[in-house]
């Protein structure tokens, strides 16, 4: 009976070999292997691209709160992919176009664009009027400084140097005119800094082009040549 166990075992170990060597072998080629340029799902391309600075679900994190209602009332579609597209140069957000050299495709751009349009929810949003996204005049940076006081200082001190320092050479040498310009009219959610409404008089168009003039004097010279 042992010699019949063993040589019936001899029989199958080669075949079994076989089949674990070639199977597990055989069936990886055979899967399908999505390449970056392929993904197409909205959640895999912004968690991997966008999410680090943006937020999970667009609520801001080191960055702009891209999936807040205010952000989106602000920003056409254009914006959103043209930014996403281009970068900001001088800034830390980068250019994801393949096309300015990064590793986005346009269909893939197409999708992130639609994805976060996707988050607006414009209810509360309906009856007021923001400023506009981009500032159509040139700052006044006298009339800024008493307008950082009046909105401002409450956190940042009437220079700009309270506990949230904003006022500030090496953080103005990181973000562009447009940043300061956005992150006034749509503010900070996660920081607690309200959008351009959450004062006892809104905050105008004018108002936030010349908090930005005011602030933008504060940069260092090379970082001014930058981040216009």
């Not at 999936?67 to 980068?94: F, H, Q, S």
């Not at 908090?211 to 216009?228: D, G």
Request: glycine share 10%; hydrophobic share 45%; with cysteine.
């Amino acid at each position: 009976m042992r010699r019949t166990l063993f040589a019936s075992l001899i029989t199958i170990l080669p075949m079994l070999l076989t089949l674990s060597c070639a199977a597990p072998g055989q069936h990886a080629a055979e899967q399908a292997v999505i390449r970056p340029g392929e993904v197409t799902d909205f959640r895999l391309l912004y968690a991997q691209n966008c999410s680090g600075c943006h937020g999970a679900n667009g609520q801001g994190a080191l960055s702009l709160a891209i999936g807040n209602p205010a952000y989106l009332a602000i920003a056409d579609d254009a914006t959103i992919r043209r930014v996403t597209e281009e970068g900001t140069p001088g800034t830390a957000m980068p250019a994801f176009s393949q096309r300015a050299g990064g590793f986005l495709t346009d269909a893939q751009i197409d999708i992130l664009v639609r994805g976060i349009r996707a988050w607006s929810r414009p209810g509360n949003l309906i009856d007021s009027r923001p400023p506009a996204y981009a500032a159509s005049l040139t700052g006044n940076a006298a009339r800024g400084q008493d307008a950082f006081a009046k909105y401002c200082s409450s956190c940042h001190a009437a220079g700009g140097g309270g506990a949230c320092v904003i006022a500030d050479s090496s953080y103005l040498a990181l973000v562009s005119d447009q940043h300061l310009r956005t992150v006034t009219i749509i503010g900070m959610p996660n920081l607690e800094m309200p959008d351009w409404r959450g004062y006892a008089t809104p905050l105008s168009d004018a108002d936030v082009t010349d908090v930005v003039a005011w602030l933008a004097m504060h940069r260092t010279p090379l970082a001014a040549s930058l981040n216009h």
